[in-house]
């Protein structure tokens, strides 16, 4: 069983619509959450830590729910630029190993 | 303040033959991870090192690849032979301080193996 399990996509949202994203982990021994972005042909980069009190910068909302090992991403008034893949990730700070999701792909179109 | 350095971006070899990549980590970042991604997933972890210690190279295929961090800064990332399934985009990433979760990645080595 993956470490992390996301649904791959792609979803294709007009600007300005809402779109969620959602993503499991295995191992509840996990401690830290993470969305990380990744632009076509690019590097992933960090777009935002996930708290277990739920967490919000601008138009992204990120959730934690360890019950059932479940975090989400919240994308509100999508914008062209929004389009890209994202990484659902999971950091087991003992080890220091982080686990990434396969990426959900979205497109916004105008 | 630089980034994460790796080279080649680009590699076109033919199976069997060997390849090298290397990366140079953001300065003071004692962590270094090497990732390998496919099209459509998410990288996945080959080896990861704290200074120039492999403390996690579980999921490295110890057959054809090999990796080093002899000084505890720059690495170096081998395969031999390599094999048409090693087509991929090998990513290096840095993280300052063992327990942050924030890695800082290059921009990939993308081989292809013909």
């Known amino acids: 069983r993956k470490e992390v399990e996301q649904d791959p996509g792609p979803f294709n949202v007009p600007e300005g619509a809402t779109v969620a994203f959602n993503c499991t982990y295995s191992?509840?021994?996990?401690?830290?959450f993470f969305w990380y972005r990744q632009d076509c042909r690019k590097e992933p980069k960090l777009l935002m830590s996930?708290?277990?009190s739920g967490n919000e910068d601008g138009r992204f909302t990120a959730q934690l729910n360890r019950a059932s090992q479940y975090i989400s991403l919240l994308i509100r008034d999508s914008k062209l630029s929004d389009s890209a893949t994202y990484l659902c990730?999971?950091?087991?700070?003992?080890?220091?190993?982080?686990?990434f999701g396969t990426g959900t792909r979205l497109t916004v179109i105008p | 303040e630089a980034g994460v350095v790796q080279s080649p971006r680009y590699k076109i070899i033919e199976k069997k033959q060997p390849v090298a990549f290397w990366c140079n980590p953001i300065?003071?970042?004692?962590?270094l991870y090497w990732y390998l991604q496919n099209l459509g997933q998410g990288p996945e972890l080959l080896i990861r090192?704290?200074?120039?210690?492999?403390?996690?190279d579980s999921q490295l295929p110890k057959d054809r690849f090999s990796a080093e961090r002899l000084k505890g800064v720059d690495s170096t990332l081998k395969i031999q032979p390599a094999e048409l399934g090693d087509s991929a985009v090998y990513l290096c990433?840095?993280?300052?301080?063992?327990?942050?979760?924030?890695?800082?990645f290059g921009e990939g080595s993308r081989l292809t193996v013909l």
């Open positions: 990730v999971v950091h087991q700070t003992g080890a220091n190993n982080l686990f």
């Open positions: 090192y704290e200074n120039e210690e492999a403390v996690d």
């Open positions: 300065s003071g970042h004692n962590t």
């Open positions: 996930v708290y277990s």
């Open positions: 191992n509840s021994a996990s401690q830290s």
């Open positions: 990433a840095s993280m300052d301080g063992p327990n942050t979760g924030e890695l800082f």
